[in-house]
């Protein structure tokens, strides 16, 4: 070759790799879940829902983001012993596309920094903000009433319970979401507010 070749590393990329990963061991694990014997069961696992506790543990905004389908659940339909519902779909969605932004943001590809943030995109910020810090609330509250302090063994056992574990996930998830969206809010406020 003439001249000298510089060699470029590729980044990996991350927006492609996560929800490429994560999206089908969630799906796999849900149909896994709902073709089980265990779904007629009288009591189902706290991650019922999810499929499995790993996507539970993943998977957690997307759940909470697909709450406003729930209302259409009499559209569901049924391919074989699986009953699928507008919910469900939008779970899966949301999944890829959380996975995709987190990704992207992993990547550091946000080119939108410099620029100002609408009015419309700080209530967002707010009320995302508002969401997650409540929701991080409601897991404290949930994890304080639910374990008993009596002993340390006790207190133990119920903290590797999957119910307190996928309560500390949802204050874990909270807590991060919580705090980026306030960021957020005070960066895009700050940014509205200089000169």
């Not at 590809?109 to 508002?130: E, H, K, M, Q, T």
């Not at 009433?145 to 500390?168: C, G, H, I, K, Q």
Request: glycine share 6%.
């Amino acid at each position: 070759m003439v001249g000298t070749t510089q060699m470029t590393i590729r980044k990996l990329p991350w927006r492609f790799v996560l929800p490429g990963l994560i999206l089908p061991t969630s799906i796999m694990n849900w149909v896994q879940y709902q073709q089980s014997v265990r779904v007629f069961d009288d009591s189902p696992a706290p991650w019922h829902w999810y499929g499995s506790f790993l996507s539970a543990s993943l998977n957690f905004p997307a759940y909470v983001y697909s709450a406003p389908a729930q209302p259409f659940f009499g559209l569901a339909f049924k391919v074989g012993r699986i009953r699928i519902e507008p919910r469900t779909v939008l779970f899966f969605v949301l999944v890829f596309v959380i996975w995709y932004w987190i990704g992207k943001k992993i990547e550091g590809r946000d080119l939108s920094r410099n620029r100002i943030p609408s009015r419309i995109l700080l209530v967002l910020y707010a009320l995302g903000a508002f969401l997650w810090v409540w929701i991080a609330c409601m897991a404290i509250f949930g994890i304080a009433f639910s374990v008993p302090t009596s002993s340390w063994r006790n207190m133990r056992y119920y903290l590797f319970r999957d119910a307190m574990l996928l309560e500390s996930i949802c204050f874990l998830w909270s807590l991060s979401l919580g705090w980026y969206y306030s960021k957020k809010f005070t960066q895009g406020f700050q940014a509205r507010k200089a000169p």
